[in-house]
């Protein structure tokens, strides 16, 4: 009876085991979209900016699903009368928000010696211009020139996933689907998602690019 007793036991502590470490690895490996609807995008929603002299097919591609921006650090801004650095970059239109729970999800290629430049952004803020920029240098990600967010992104496809919690005034940013910084956004404002290349302030590079595929967008 004891010995009934004692391989009941042990079973039962074996279950209880597995069970929490089959809800730690689903948490662990929770995807960032998940509980989000996704919003249905079409070519009108992609919005494109380039330098205001250059015909688009000279800064800008879309072959085979993928759209490549590139620019240099003497291009025009993307208009006339802008004091803004030069830009090729496609605005998720359509779709601006000011509350609720947002979420921009694409994967992004970054060739070598790009750097300088914000590959996207939540445009839109109480206080300054943007919410957000993620910025590359030197085959890092940073946010704006500050924190580290990411590294080694050089020659390579990685997800990017970013969360904009309005009301709670969060945004987070997932790369390869896992959490790599949380930050206080910049206040309510007219706000949408960007991405492309936006020359830095400073030490960008004399030619910028990145491409990117799967730009989906959801909403909770």
Sequence with gaps: MNIMNSTCYKGFMLLVFVG????DF????ADPTDGFTQIPLSQKNFKLQKPYDKPLQ??????DAIRSFWVYDKDKPFKPDSTTRPRTEVRVSGYD???GI???EGYAFV???TSGVTIVQIHGAAVGATSLQLRIYNG???YYKYNLVATNLYDKWFRVNIIHDV???KITVFIEGVKKFVVKDQGPGDLYFKCGVYAAPANSSNYMESRWKGIKLYRK
């Design 140 to 142: 890092d990600m940073r």
């Design 111 to 113: 060739p070598n010696g």
């Design 58 to 63: 000279q800064r800008y591609s879309y072959e």
């Design 102 to 104: 947002w979420q921009f």
């Design 167 to 169: 009301d709670k005034g």
């Design 26 to 29: 689903h948490l662990c490996n």
């Design 97 to 99: 928000y000011s509350s």
């Design 20 to 23: 929490f470490f089959f809800i």
